[in-house]
C-alpha cells in the first residue's frame, strides 16, 4: 500500500471545513444529494464528510451563526452549474446568483445552503 503523496500533505492546502447548521442530519442529507459527498460518523458520534475527491473533510456544527453574506466564500467544483443547481434547489437550498460565465469559458455561482450558508459553484471550461 502506498503511502501519502507529497500533495496530500502541501504546506497551505486546505483540508477541513466546518460548516455551520440548525440540523446536522438535513445538512449532512443535503450535501450528500447534491454533491455526493460521502457522509460517515466519526467515533465520537458526529456526521463527518469527505468531497467527491476525498481531498477536503469537514464536519457541521451547530450553535455557530451561518453566514448568507458575502464575506470568505467556499467554491466547489462541479461538471454542471445548471444541472448542479437544480439538485440544489429540489433539496432545499436557493440560488443567490445565477451562474455567471468568465471569459475563458469557465463559470461561477453561489447559493445558500438549508442551514443559510452561502457558498459558490465553479465549473471549469468544457
Given amino acids: 500500500m502506498a503511502g501519502p503523496t507529497h500533495e496530500e500533505f502541501m504546506n497551505g492546502k486546505i483540508c ?29 458520534g458526529q456526521h463527518a464528510f469527505s468531497d467527491g475527491e476525498g481531498g477536503v473533510s469537514g464536519t457541521w456544527v451547530v450553535g455557530r451563526t451561518p453566514d448568507p453574506n458575502p464575506g470568505m466564500i467556499t467554491y466547489i467544483m462541479v461538471d454542471d452549474i445548471d444541472a448542479t443547481m437544480t439538485k440544489i434547489q429540489a433539496s432545499g437550498g436557493k440560488l443567490a446568483t445565477p451562474r455567471t460565465p468568465l471569459p475563458r469559458g469557465d463559470a461561477w455561482a453561489t447559493f445558500i445552503d438549508p442551514a443559510d450558508n452561502l457558498l459558490g459553484l465553479y465549473q471549469q471550461p468544457r
Fill in 16 to 44: 477541513y471545513i466546518e460548516i455551520p447548521a440548525s440540523s446536522v442530519t438535513l445538512s449532512a442529507k443535503f450535501y450528500e444529494a447534491v454533491f455526493g459527498w460521502t457522509i460517515r460518523r466519526r467515533d465520537d
